[in-house]
């Protein structure tokens, strides 16, 4: 099993800025890939930020410019640095990997618990 654990959320006002963090722990063999996503009230989880083990990443584009998410290969941990935050930026954050779990087994898709942030104009 694999868990991952979401920090770093909160309320902010609009063109501040919040870290997020996930650290990702169990039986993993291999992260391929860890991405935050995001879910508004009515809204349907986006894909907000991911990286790949080689370090290459990609971004919705509301958020070019403003977000950098970053990798700690060593520590199983994704960063995502928000700034100049706008109050469309409201969610909740969710932390994603791709884990393989054995040498040869595939890629599983495990899943924060979400940290909300909260944007005030």
């Known amino acids: 099993q694999v868990q991952l654990v979401e920090s770093g959320g909160g309320l902010v006002q609009a063109g501040g800025s919040l870290r997020l963090s996930c650290a990702a722990s169990?039986?993993?063999?291999?992260?391929?890939?860890m991405a935050w996503y995001r879910q508004a009230p009515g809204a349907q989880r986006e894909l907000v930020a991911q990286?790949?083990?080689?370090?290459?990443?990609d971004y919705i584009d509301s958020v070019k410019s403003r977000f950098t998410i970053s990798r700690d290969s060593a520590k199983n941990t994704v960063l995502l640095q928000m700034n100049s935050l706008k109050p469309e930026d409201t969610a909740v954050y969710y932390c994603?990997?791709?884990?393989?779990?054995?040498?040869?087994?595939?890629?599983?898709?495990?899943w924060g618990q979400g940290t909300q942030v909260t944007v005030s104009s």
């Open positions: 994603n990997a791709k884990v393989e779990v054995s040498r040869f087994s595939p890629n599983y898709n495990y």
């Open positions: 169990g039986s993993i063999f291999s992260i391929n890939a």
């Open positions: 990286i790949y083990k080689d370090a290459t990443t």
